[in-house]
């Protein structure tokens, strides 16, 4: 399994972005996909997150609530995370993860994401 995320860049607070993460010799229907981030000196934290039927989407970040969105491409084998209103606090990097355990009903931590892809640094300043 190969992940890859995209999309990260230096965006003005009170902008957006948006992230991609593409997966090789996985199909995202089948696990659950997460958005994780990482700031300078910080652990990294879950921010959303979609199970393999892709009915939904868990919130690991009540921060992000109303501002950030995940949806998915099964033709193009690609999930995406929208980011609106973003603030200086979002600077990290955000990588995509795959979870292939048996809990559902939120984010799993990130010790538990069985793949990871390499992030991408998204820097909010003016």
């Known amino acids: 399994v190969q992940l890859q995320a995209s999309g990260g860049g230096l965006v003005q607070p009170g902008g957006s972005l948006r992230l991609s993460c593409a997966a090789s010799?996985?199909?995202?229907?089948?696990?659950?996909i997460g958005w994780f981030r990482q700031a300078p000196g910080k652990e990294r934290e879950a921010v959303l997150c979609?199970?393999?039927?892709?009915?939904?989407?868990?919130y690991g970040l009540n921060s992000v609530k109303g501002r950030f969105i995940m949806s998915r491409d099964n033709t193009k084998n690609s999930v995406y995370l929208e980011m609106d209103s973003l603030k200086p606090d979002d600077t990290a990097v955000y990588y995509c993860?795959?979870?292939?355990?048996?809990?559902?009903?939120?984010?799993?931590?990130?010790?538990?994401?069985?793949?990871w892809g390499r992030g991408t640094l998204v820097t909010v300043s003016s």
């Open positions: 993860g795959i979870y292939k355990g048996l809990k559902s009903g939120y984010c799993p931590g990130a010790n538990e994401i069985n793949y």
């Open positions: 010799e996985f199909t995202f229907d089948t696990y659950m």
């Open positions: 979609m199970p393999g039927s892709g009915h939904r989407i868990y």
